[in-house]
């Protein structure tokens, strides 16, 4: 019976990457397609994505305050939860930044970002699946290696685009927007790595 319990955790963090694999896939699609006639009504599906990921996360809270026994501690579980949670709505926030800033049209750089954002999060569903076994797990190690140096190419990326953008543009608007969105795009990456973090150290407290 505690077995079980124990499982019911981390298939809750699995399903709640999953919501981060969805956004991220979403994302993606957006920028590749993109057209600024649809963009509020795929914003409306992505906030759809980012809500239900919300309450999968209430859900996960409202198990916790029930138990007294937990597979990892109390705090690792909560931090956990919210670092994934983090990562749904960093992605979120991309659509509305070019939302808010107008943006007509999407730059290449943003396609490389999302793209890495999409490996990213793919790398942490492939993480958390081990993590319900890390202490025996072989491979959780070469997941949490890759999901910090994407979080570097998202960092290279970001300085290359920026660069980039102020090189090539005169235009005032259009730096600052896409600046901000060049901005979000990195906290994508950084929202991952946090994740990967907090894996890591139940890892150490554990072993």
Known sequence: MAKNKDNNYFEIFVKMVDFSCEAAR????????????????????MHHIEHTADLEKHDLMSKLVKE???????EDIMALAQQIDNVTDAIEDVLMRIYMYNIPAILPEALEFSETIVKCCDELKEMMKEFTHF????????????????EEVGDKLYTEAVHALYSSSHNPIEIIGWTETFERLEKCCDACEDVADVVESVIMKNS
């Open 68 to 74: 007294f026994i937990t597979p990892i501690e109390r």
């Open 26 to 45: 979403n994302l993606h699609e957006v920028l590749t397609n993109f057209d600024t006639a649809t963009l509020p009504e795929k914003m409306q599906h």
């Open 135 to 150: 202490r025996k797990s072989e491979t959780i190690h070469t997941h949490l290696v890759q999901v910090n140096y994407l």
